[in-house]
């Protein structure tokens, strides 16, 4: 497990296109933390940093929002707040797991069972108004993502020198 401590939205979106750099496509990142901890600031700068050129806003009550990239491929954001109580299987994850997307997930915890077999997962949580902790593991057995959090992590370690 990795962990820093943002101390803006803008560090936070640094820190955010530093892992849309480094991450492959198809990969699953979940992003867990209470309202107000910075997963949208989070989500937007991975998807500007992708190239997307539209405003990218928590997809709250459409659950999932697709952005074209500028590689080609594409940017799929998904809030599964609205899916706490069930409907995990109408959303039809896996449809959505292929190399030609980058995917972020909002509360992932809701729809774990959809999830692949090996995710990256970040916590964050706020400190303080402008500060916030972000945490990052690989779960489940991935020497692929684990080659990329570490990546990650030296890169983020540049961004707050």
């Known amino acids: 497990m990795r962990e820093w401590m943002s101390e803006s939205v803008e560090e936070t979106q640094r820190m955010a296109t530093e892992l849309a750099g480094i991450i492959p496509p198809g990969t699953v ?9 910075g997963k ?5 700068g991975f998807g500007r940093a992708l190239g997307v050129k ?24 998904m809030d599964a707040y609205r ?3 069930g409907g995990a299987d109408s959303v039809d ?7 030609d997307r980058y ?8 729809i774990e069972e959809e999830l692949p077999d090996a995710w990256l997962a970040l916590g964050l949580s706020v400190v303080s108004e402008n500060q916030r902790m972000i945490r990052a593991e690989v779960v489940g057995e991935s020497s692929a993502l684990e080659g ?14």
């Open 29 to 37: 990142v979940t992003l867990e933390g209470a309202l107000g901890s």
């Open 40 to 44: 949208t600031a989070f989500a937007q």
């Open 54 to 77: 539209r405003a990218i806003k928590s997809p709250t009550y459409t659950i999932i929002k697709e952005y074209p990239a500028e590689d080609g491929k594409s940017f799929v954001h």
């Open 83 to 85: 899916l706490e109580e």
């Open 93 to 99: 994850l896996p449809s959505f797991l292929t190399d």
């Open 103 to 110: 995917i972020l997930i909002e509360w992932a915890r809701f």
């Open 148 to 161: 990329v959090l570490e990546k990650w992590a030296r890169a983020v370690e540049r961004v707050r020198e």
